[in-house]
């Protein structure tokens, strides 16, 4: 059974900084290409970014420069390191397996960030 647990998340100041966890098992995790994405309230769920099996890492124009997608194969884990955080990156942050750079298969319960004074 696929499973994905997403961590990490809270409030944080504008500026601030934030590590998300997301430990996948179910299925062979250093295969599969590994994704954050993030859903605003009232708003589509949009890519944050996503990390290949190689170490490849794309990321969405809006967060270029601050986030960072990291993976352990060894431990089933992808990160994201979140710096200078804004308001408007205040969403449900997923992460997912990808494919063809579309997300697939089931997604967690998300983790909460918050970026607010």
């Known amino acids: 059974q696929v499973r994905l647990v997403e961590s990490g998340g809270g409030l944080v100041q504008p500026g601030g900084s934030l590590r998300l966890s997301c430990v996948a098992s179910g299925f062979i995790f250093s295969v599969n290409t590994m994704g954050w994405y993030r859903q605003a309230p009232g708003k589509q769920r949009e890519l944050v970014a996503t990390i290949s099996t190689g170490g490849n890492t794309n990321y969405g124009d809006s967060v270029k420069g601050r986030f960072t997608i990291s993976r352990d194969n060894a431990k089933n884990l992808v990160y994201l390191q979140m710096n200078s955080l804004k308001p408007e990156d205040t969403a449900v942050y997923y992460c997912?397996?990808?494919?063809?750079?579309?997300?697939?298969?089931?997604w967690g319960q998300g983790t909460q960030v918050t970026v607010s004074s």
């Open positions: 997912s397996r990808v494919n063809g750079g579309v997300p697939f298969g089931s």
